[in-house]
């Protein structure tokens, strides 16, 4: 009986040692964990770990985090050494910031922030930066782009939109009018026409030219032509709004009235836009009344015809 | 003998729901996102010790004591000044007003 006693006075205080061991988790030790994500991060993960807010450590899975690559930075190659931050000076009472914030609203400067970033991403398609209107305007890589998480959302074909119609707020509700490019379905992006880092032409076309951007797809409409329509060969957006419109084929405005803006009355070649004061069957005297100005006039991007001057001079098929 | 053996397992299952019967109603994730939006994990973990005490080891403290809710309330909501690596520092508030989410941080502490 004694050493039955025994045994069951042991596995008690197995039992009841397991259990002090289930809650003992209390009395850790601290230990330093070393560098979490980047090389050398040791000092800043020391505080700034899986309990941030905003997840800092998911670096790790970006390019940025890629170990093996002796190009990628660290923390302190953007944020900056920042020593006041990391040892606190004697009588003040708020830890400083790090050198280099980028969070919204921060007092770091714009041009500051995105010369971290230039430091390894100048040139290329980020070769026109400092000459672009993001730039003049202030505009911070990290107001678009976003460090930390593996899913850049800029980066994202189907996403991008959302992050420049944020500000670009017209553009917002041209992408959503009946006729539009295919934006929202992530056939077309905002970057396949513009190179927000800047561009040697205007409006951040990614060609020098409105027309040599949009010619990169419509290529059927950049000739050369044996007749040019003036317009056409100046600037597509003359006739199209490209982000959307009400009216079809991306029109600024519907025929006759598009056409009207140059081919008036009392300018340049054109139909009357008034009703004819007797019967007639005269193209002339019917002027713009069918409204269909293209129905005849199919070639108007240039045409090729050798039929005669005045059909092909007049873009007729 | 077998008396003996179910005395031992009463007692462990016992030990073991304990904590869980006395525990208040906490919401986790509430409390995980006051904490986190705070900056509460910037110096104190769950379960490991950084520049402040483990929330562990905070529990271990306060939940046996009757002021412990009281106590802790007003360490999160009230400036006071704590030491960090010898030196004197502010220790933060809690970021919000809300006194049923300031308690539920406080049961949360007290629950790990």
């Not at chain 2, 529990?59 to 809710?69: L, Q, S």
Request: proline share 5%; hydrophobic share 30%.
């Amino acid at each position: 009986m004694n050493v039955e006693a025994n045994r069951m006075l042991r596995w008690l205080s197995a039992a009841l040692l397991g259990v002090a061991l289930m809650g003992g988790g209390s009395t850790a030790i601290a230990q330093d964990r070393g560098d979490l994500a980047l090389t050398g991060d040791a000092t800043c993960t020391r505080c700034h770990d899986e309990g941030e807010a905003y997840p800092v450590l998911s670096i790790g899975k970006t390019r940025h985090g890629t170990v093996a690559d002796g190009r990628t930075p660290t923390c302190t190659s953007c944020h900056g050494e920042s020593p006041t931050h990391v040892t606190r000076p004697e009588g003040v009472a708020e830890r400083p910031l790090p050198d280099i914030n980028f969070k919204k609203g921060t007092a770091t400067p714009a041009v500051e922030r995105n010369q971290v970033c230039l430091t390894c991403h100048q040139g290329g398609e980020r070769i026109h930066w400092q000459t672009s209107i993001h730039s003049a305007r202030d505009v911070a890589c990290t107001d678009c782009h976003q460090m930390h998480t593996q899913h850049d959302k800029v980066k994202d074909r189907v996403q991008q939109v959302d992050v420049c119609v944020a500000c670009h707020t017209e553009q917002r509700a041209q992408i959503n009018r009946p006729y539009r490019h295919p934006i929202k379905e992530g056939q077309v992006s905002c970057a396949d026409c513009h190179n927000p880092h800047g561009s040697a032409g205007e409006k951040l076309m990614v060609r020098d030219t409105v027309n040599d951007t949009c010619y990169t797809c419509h290529m059927e409409k950049r000739g050369p032509f044996v007749h040019n329509h003036q317009p056409v060969t100046e600037d597509c957006s003359i006739c199209h709004n490209p982000h959307g419109t009400n009216s079809a084929n991306l029109l600024k405005a519907r025929a006759p009235f598009l056409c009207q803006q140059c081919h008036n009355d009392d300018g340049h070649r054109s139909h009357p836009g008034v009703l004819p004061n007797a019967r007639t069957t005269s193209t002339d005297a019917l002027g713009a009344v069918g409204r269909g100005c293209l129905n005849c006039h199919t070639n108007i991007h240039g045409g090729n015809s050798t039929q005669d001057a005045l059909t092909a001079g007049r873009f007729r098929r | 003998m077998k008396i003996l053996s179910f005395i031992a397992v009463a007692v462990t299952a016992a030990a073991v729901s304990l904590p869980v019967a006395a525990a208040p109603q906490v919401n986790e994730r509430a409390a995980d996102q006051l904490v986190r939006k705070s900056k509460c994990l910037t110096c104190h973990a769950i379960d490991r010790k950084k520049d402040g005490p483990s929330f562990k080891e905070i529990a271990a403290e306060y939940k046996d004591d009757p002021e412990g809710v009281e106590k802790l309330t007003k360490h999160i909501t009230v400036p006071t000044t704590v030491e960090v690596d010898g030196n004197k520092e502010e220790h933060g508030v809690i970021d919000t007003k809300d006194e049923a989410a300031i308690l539920n941080v406080v049961h949360w502490i007290l629950t790990r």
